[in-house]
């Protein structure tokens, strides 16, 4: 992989470190010391995965990290499924990537519907509670910064 360099940006300050595999890894992995000791004692770890590149390369990153520290502990990705709104090949891509990974996938879904349930729920609540006045301002029933639903 070739590094392109742009003069308004500044420049990566971690060099590019070979690994066993041959690719090329630029980003450390933040350690804490309680989670090494957990790690040391083939502690299980699991990672919530969307089906996006972040989620994909996260997924990577971590087998990395925890094969070079000797980990043979139980590892499994965790796929929140919304439902509706979920991108049409999410499970599809985590399956591929669990599989590739050699890792379990693990798929959840909300019992009381998917992610659109959950926002119409939200909405009927929220103008039964507007019309007995228990509140004076209508609360927005979709997912935000703020209100992450799909990470609750």
Known sequence: ???IELPWVAPATV???P???GMAERFDVALDSQVDVALSGQAPVFAGVSGG???QALAYRLQAH???NGHIGPRALIHSDLGRIEWRDSITVCERLAQRLGWELIVVRRAAGDMMDR???RWDANVERYAALSCVRLIMPWSSAAQRFCTS
Do not use: H, N, R
Request: net charge negative.
């Open 15 to 17: 060099p590019l470190v």
């Open 119 to 121: 926002w119409l729920s």
């Open 1 to 3: 992989m070739q590094q």
């Open 19 to 21: 690994t066993v595999g």
């Open 53 to 55: 590149k972040d989620s």
């Open 66 to 68: 925890l094969d070079a």
